[in-house]
Structures are given as C-alpha cells and as structure tokens.
Nanobody, 123 residues
C-alpha cells in the first residue's frame, strides 16, 4: 500500500520568509516515479506548483512559484521536499505531496497523495 506522509514544514511565516516541506513515501521506490506538490487556497481550485519526473529528467514549476520554490527528492530516504523561499501572502494554502503522475510541460494525473499541510504567509 502506497502512503505519503507530510512529515514537517507547514506553519506560519512572515512575507519574505522560507519554509521547507517534507513528505515521506512508503510502498513505492520514489526514484521510479514522478513526484509533485500541489496547493489549494480557500475558495480556489487545487493547482500544481512543482513536479519532477522519474529520475528527475524534467522539472516543472508554475509561473506563480518559478524562481522561488524548489522541488527535490532524497532517494535514500524515499522522501520528497519543497523548499519555498521569498514567500508571499498569496502562497497561503494547504499543500499536498503526490507521486506517480505526469510531469512534463504540466503536471497531472497523480495517483498517490499525502495529507495536506497548512502554510500561512502573513505579517
């Protein structure tokens, strides 16, 4: 059974600050799959913010986070990360990790999901 568990990283941060989300994965070998992070703000649809394909051969970032967020994985720990820098109030959302999907010019069809973690950017 595949399980994704957000281990750390959510919380309250001031604008301009940084957070790193981490998500541990069991039940699949992470390096063999595309991984991604999504977010959903109140009253808005869920959006994909970052993904990297199998073996990190390609990476996608939404325009809203490009240059500020970095997705990565540690295959030895079967853990994925989202480093978020220069956070803005509009980054406030519940963030979800996901695995086993499409990552190329966009990101879609992810089959395995972690629980959400709240990120709030406010002064």
């Amino acid at each position: 059974q595949v399980q994704l568990v957000v281990k750390s990283g959510g919380g309250l941060v001031q604008p301009g600050g940084s957070l790193r989300l981490s998500c541990g994965v069991t039940g699949l070998i992470l390096d063999y799959y595309a991984i991604g992070w999504f977010r959903q703000a109140p009253g808005k649809e869920r959006e994909g913010v970052a993904c990297t394909s199998r073996s990190d051969s390609s990476t996608y970032y939404s325009d809203s986070v490009k240059g500020r967020f970095t997705i990565s994985r540690d295959n030895a720990k079967n853990t994925m990360y989202l480093q978020m820098n220069n956070l803005k109030p509009e980054d406030t959302a519940v963030y979800y990790c996901a695995a086993d999907g499409y990552c190329g010019e966009s990101m879609a069809d992810f089959g395995s999901w972690g629980q959400g973690t709240q990120v709030t950017v406010s002064s």
